[in-house]
């Protein structure tokens, strides 16, 4: 089973400011990797697959990279939309399809 | 609009059965990879079962194997799980998910990403 491993678990910004998420996959996945966003009380959605590229209405202050192992979301400029927790999901060696514990994005 | 909406959650005694339902509107069920996903009251999420969009293969979570069912109704353009043998640690909101992938290549590598997300049905398993 593939371990993915999310860091920090609670990240504190301002808004405007930019936050930079971490997910580490315990072994390589290629860039078979998707991040998720949960809002509070809210289903989580589709941010970004294939590790780089944004999901249909996606603003552009989100951007993803990493390949292998390593991978980083970044929001460029934080709107108060975005405070939420984010996960990161693998699906290049499955069952089982595993997330990260996902990040905590909270207003500084 | 592609969407999905789930239905059948509820309060079941542990050792209890469940069926939740996943109505999709806006494109086929049976020719769509699915996906159950689960989350415990202030947990993350857990991937709980596919089934792929031949129909043909079905996964399961260790943690369900065998106590849950994933299918399909072409008729009714549905999603189901069948839950038995429920237990406590089952509590959860259950998310139906529509499972897209980015290529032809990776949809027949079974590179599925979660594309489309119900709202979720809650399941209590209570005493």
């Known amino acids: 089973e593939i371990v993915m491993t999310q860091s920090p678990a609670t990240l504190s910004v301002s808004p405007g400011e930019r936050a930079t998420l971490s997910c580490r996959a315990s072994q390589s996945i290629s860039n078979h990797l998707a991040w998720y966003q949960q809002r509070p009380g809210q289903a989580p959605r589709l941010l970004m697959y294939?590790?780089?590229t944004r999901a249909t209405g996606i603003p552009a202050r989100f951007s993803g990279s990493g390949s292998g192992t390593e991978f980083t979301l970044t929001i460029s400029s934080l709107q108060s939309e975005d405070f939420a927790v984010y996960y990161c999901?693998?699906?290049?060696?499955?069952?089982?399809?595993?997330f990260g514990q996902g990040t905590k994005l909270q207003i500084k | 609009e592609v969407q999905v909406v789930e239905s059948g959650g509820g309060l079941v005694q542990p050792g209890g059965s469940l069926r939740l339902s996943c109505a999709a509107s806006?494109?086929?069920?049976?020719?769509?990879?699915m996906t159950w996903v689960r989350q415990a009251p202030g947990k993350g999420l857990e991937w709980v079962s596919t089934?792929?969009?031949?129909?043909?293969?079905?996964y399961y979570a260790d943690s369900v194997k065998g106590r849950f069912t994933i299918s399909r109704d072409k008729a009714r353009n549905t999603l189901y799980l069948q839950m038995n043998s429920l237990r406590v640690d089952d509590t959860a909101t259950y998310y139906c998910?529509?499972?897209?992938?980015?290529?032809?290549?990776?949809?027949?590598?079974?590179?599925?990403?979660?594309?489309?997300w119900g709202k979720g049905t809650t399941v209590t398993v209570s005493s």
């Open positions: 999901q693998q699906y290049n060696n499955w069952p089982p399809r595993t």
């Open positions: 806006g494109f086929t069920v049976s020719t769509s990879a």
């Open positions: 089934i792929s969009d031949s129909g043909r293969d079905t």
């Open positions: 998910v529509k499972d897209d992938c980015s290529s032809s290549n990776n949809c027949y590598l079974a590179y599925y990403y979660m594309g489309v």
């Open positions: 294939d590790a780089s």
